[in-house]
Each structure stands twice: as C-alpha cells, then as structure tokens.
Nanobody
Framework: QVQLVESGGGLVQAGGSLRLSCAASGRTFGNHAMGWFRQAPGVDREFVAA????????LYEDSVKDRFTISRDRAKNTVYLQMSSLKPEDTAVYYC??????????????????WGQGTQVTVSS
C-alpha cells in the first residue's frame, strides 16, 4: 500500500518558519517528481512547489519564490518544504504528492496521482 505522510505543520506567527516533511512508503518515487500543493477554505487546491526526480530542478508558485525551498532525499524517499517569512495568506492545508509520470517536472495538479492526507499550516498576524 502506497502512502505519503506529511508532518511538520502547525501554528506560527507571521514572519516565522516551518519545515514540512513527506515520507513515502510502499514504493519508491526515485524517477518521479514530487510536489507540494495547498488548499485554503473555499479555494481550489493550488500548486506550491515541485522538485524533479533527481532533485536538480525545482518549480515554485510566484508568491512563494524566495521564501520556500523544496528538496528531497531519495535515499529516505522523503521530500521537504522549508517555509520562511510566512504570511497569513500562506494559511492552508498542505499536501504532498507524487507525479504519475517519470523524468518530468510539472505544476499541474492532474499530473499527480498519489497524495498525502495533508497537514495544517496556520500563520497568525
């Protein structure tokens, strides 16, 4: 059974930092990009960041560029999202996902077919 399990969410003040982790089990995703998405109440799930299969390339949504950093440890089958200078508008449930394709880097939600259960991030002003 394939599972993606996120951790590291919580409550933080504006300007603070959090590090999210996503551990995969049941299979390896060494040839697949991994991504982070988020969903705030009443809003569609949106792309946040993605990292290529080998960790050498990344994509970011414009509003998180220069504040968030995505990375992966292929040996641990884990992906991370370091979030700094957090803003109240970053408040959402954050989801980890694995791309269904190999050797590509996508920000399209439909390209990801394995999803975690989500972790809540709340940024207070």
């Amino acid at each position: 059974q394939v599972q993606l399990v996120e951790s590291g969410g919580g409550l933080v003040q504006a300007g603070g930092s959090l590090r999210l982790s996503c551990a995969a089990s049941g299979r390896t995703f060494g040839n697949h990009a991994m991504g982070w998405f988020r969903q705030a109440p009443g809003v569609d799930r949106e792309f946040v960041a993605a990292v290529s299969w080998n960790g050498r390339s990344t994509l970011y949504e414009d509003s998180v560029k220069d504040r968030f950093t995505i990375s992966r440890d292929r040996a641990k089958n884990t992906v991370y999202l370091q979030m700094s200078s957090l803003k109240p508008e970053d408040t959402a449930v954050y989801y980890c996902a694995a791309d269904s394709g190999i050797y590509r880097l996508s920000k399209r939600l439909d390209d990801y077919d394995y999803w975690g259960q989500g972790t809540q991030v709340t940024v207070s002003s």
